[in-house]
């Protein structure tokens, strides 16, 4: 059979936006990878009667119910008497949390004086599976009832992360028949409604595998997922499928299951053994910011100018001023100059270099936001792209930092790299 | 009347766990701003039933319905078609939304082709009023139905952002009869426990109006928020709180009602008509990106030269490779002087410098991750900072350039720049 399931998270401070569920998120995808149908998410305050209302609803439409928070010590932590009442089971005192709670106290708060009500975490539902809190105090517990599997989990992120991992995966793959396997697959330099566009028969045709497709930063990713007993067999649906989609987008793909972008480039330079500099105008240091978020980077990327008004192009990258007068600093050649002056400065193998108008205002020469210029250039070769950007300063800015990193990419991968 | 709401977000990526569910924070801080109770979140997937079965759940217990998700130009975004049905409402083909939708696909996308299924969200509810989407093309929505009123948004959480914002908030003001204003007070130096329980007792002594803490990426902000009929009877109940905030943190308060410690600096600058220039090393252009996020800055900010190895500090900022061997790259020698070099080779009047370990690993030298050295100098004065950071490579990172800003900020306003 396959279960589905609902998760319940229980806490006023995410009703109040002063936290995000990433409790929800990070059982999802346990949950999922496990081959388990999350069908609803729930959240819920520290209020009995609105909680009861929430297990009510969840017991009709889930097999498995997993909620998280509402076990610690203070008063509106209801989520175990909630439960327990609500599918007929006693509270029990259990003695060896109790001494596993006071333990905890005494080893990492010694100066902290436990209270009686840290005591109250250790009353469970009779008959409960307990999932020891490796990281926190409250423990987490699993019982069945009805034909249903309840499952509670502590409401902060690293004690329910760690709880996860260590009691709820080895809980639920008792119950699992089928494994779940998938491949992200990246594409840059298409949009979503053009990618579902070319492959909407294709998606629509498919029940297992699945494909789907989320659009984020300017770039698209595919999820293609299949459920199978073994991860051959998942493998053996998928590669069709995968086939297809290459057929299909060729090299617009520029990684199966990788990171990013950035991280696609760092792993081609480091095969290549080559380096990379930079010079930045209206993206600011945002590409530079982006190879350096890889730890391990330096190794390839060696730095970067933001030159960001004209002096600085000329003074630190060495683009005559002639050429800018002439030219404006918004061009393909004071681009190309650009990338040649920061190869040349840092000493690396490749120059990239963006200048462009980020907006939300256009610059006196009246050329719109959007208006950009990406150059590469190497010792022999040079090339320069003028993607058509557009909506917010923001997303030019991640616009530019995604073709510069994409022309890099495709300079390693030998295809046509001005597109 | 006090009303209810439910938020209902809708896509099975959020179910899958690849994405978490910001939109329910953002709009449950307007919401809770407004003085509405927030008292369910739901999540569903891309599914016309269990959708069907959240929003007849949601009828029963909310009085007002908000959907975030699911009104893309795709075939499984089923919102608007679900939601109408619920509510006995035809969706109608809006010309004006259509048009706009073309106009933005010329504008914006000159060189793309508009598919047909773009103009499907131009199809709307019989009599709702339309939200303008100022950076997407799914517009949003809003109707009244059977006592309840239904608003739906868009899921990429930038435009729902931007719709909160410009067409929500201006709706349920409607609907409120209480204004709710108040001030965010803005923090840096003292992390979040710490400003707790400096202001706790004047915290929990508070009804109207309220005191609360909420960090992020370092930082600390107080929201203080009054309820009350005008705005001015708002402010003057808010005015002596604001002033015991002051008197109890000083100046580590940077700002009231300011966008970010950034922009701060960028007024303070412009005020004093100075320039800047930076020169980074772990942070890799990260604090150049957060200067250049503002339109506007290159009157005050002229660059930045990111030195990724130490070749590149001797290079690009002049420092002598003598000291980098005798200090070693991450000290405050070396800081100092890579300030110097950025403040002499942009010629600005303020040098800041960063360099440090983000790790994960420890450098060749052996001193751990969050070893950090901050320098600012200017014709007379030079000063560093070695804060203690900690947690991973991107919160060191993020830690750096707070630092770098506050020493301009504090160099600007006259008090100590150290601390």
Known sequence: MSYTVEIIGVGTELLLGNTVNTDAQDVSQVLCDLGFNVHFHTVVGDNAERLNNAVDIAKKRADII?????????????????????????????????????????KRLPTMKMTENNLQQAQLPEGCIIFDNGVGTAPGCAFEAEGKHILMLPGPPRECRAMLKSCVEPYLKKLSEAE????????????ESAVEENLRELMQSLKNPTLAPYAKDGEVMLRLTAKARTKEEAETLMSPVLAKVHEVL???????????????????????????????S????????????????SNVFKGSIVAYNKQSKSLLLGVSPELIKEKHAVSREVALAMADGARLKFDSDIGIAITGIAGPESDHS??????????????????CRTPHLFHDRERIRIGCANHALDMIRRLLTGVNVEL
Not at 180 to 191: A, D, E
């Open 366 to 383: 009246g050329q719109p936001p959007g208006t950009v210029f990406v150059a590469l250039t190497t010792k022999d070769h040079s090339f």
């Open 250 to 280: 060729g090299d617009i793909i520029y990684g199966i299951d990788t990171h990013s972008l950035e991280h696609t480039v760092f792993k081609l330079l480091t095969e290549h053994n080559l380096t990379v500099s930079a010079a930045e």
């Open 180 to 191: 779940i396997h998938s491949h992200n697959i990246h594409i840059f330099g298409l949009g």
């Open 282 to 297: 209206c993206t600011g240091g945002l590409l530079s910011k982006r190879l350096t978020d890889i730890p391990g980077i």
């Open 66 to 106: 997993i909620t998280t928070g509402g076990l610690g010590p203070t008063y509106d932590d209801l989520t175990k008497q909630t439960l327990a009442e609500a599918f007929g089971k006693k509270l029990i005192f259990n003695e060896d949390v109790a001494n596993q709670i006071m333990a905890f106290f005494a």
